[in-house]
């Protein structure tokens, strides 16, 4: 069991933190880079944040801690759109497994129950940002085609096309892979 840290113990911890990096970087500089800095005090932060233990993000705990938005007015003009760039910034951050939908529509400021009637799980977030995309696939390849191309001229368009797809939209398409490899043994009925 541990005692939960106060404002007091919380100063003295991160002053220890600060202090034993200084005493280092001044013996040996290159052994105390800024990320490992950062890496330690957002570990000590989470641990003042993340009083429950549950271990997650340091994102997450302060998402839990900010005030819930309950104005209708002050949503987005396109909150659908604000959910994407969100999600394509939470995906590129930390991955499809650990982002979440209650980080997205907080990083959106969309509330989270309107989020959740757009976007009900994160396969719905990934579907509907690379629909269009996937739509422009299939018209390429239906305009070699009306063009009389060959059908090897077709397939290797067609595999240029992809491989712009999957540089252009890298966040998304990572989230894709790690969703179909998690989700290929899911229900019928319940696979988007």
């Known amino acids: 069991m541990r005692k939960p840290l106060t404002i007091k113990s919380f100063c003295v911890v991160l002053t220890a933190v600060l202090d034993g990096f200084l005493m280092r970087h001044r013996t040996e500089p290159e052994a105390v880079a800024a990320e490992l800095v950062a890496d330690a005090i957002l570990a000590v932060l989470n641990v003042a944040v993340d009083s429950a233990q549950r271990h997650g993000h ?28 969100a999600a394509r910034t939470e995906f590129t951050k930390r991955g499809y497994f650990m982002a979440s939908i209650a980080v997205i529509a907080a990083e959106a400021g969309v509330p989270l129950d309107a989020a959740l009637r757009i976007f009900p799980t994160k396969a719905h977030v990934i579907v509907d940002a690379l629909k269009s995309a996937h739509e422009k696939l299939g018209q390429g390849i239906a305009d070699d085609i009306a063009l009389d191309q060959d059908v090897v001229s077709v397939v290797e368009h067609h595999f240029l096309r992809f491989a712009r797809l999957v540089a252009d939209e890298r966040a998304f398409m990572d989230a894709l892979v790690a969703l179909v490899a998690h989700d290929t043994y899911a229900e019928p009925d319940g696979l988007r």
Do not use: F, H, K, Q
Not at 61 to 85: I, K, Q, Y
């Open 58 to 85: 340091i994102d997450d705990g302060m998402t839990a801690v900010e005030a819930p938005r309950s104005d209708p007015s002050s949503l987005p003009n396109e909150p659908r759109a604000a959910l994407l760039t």
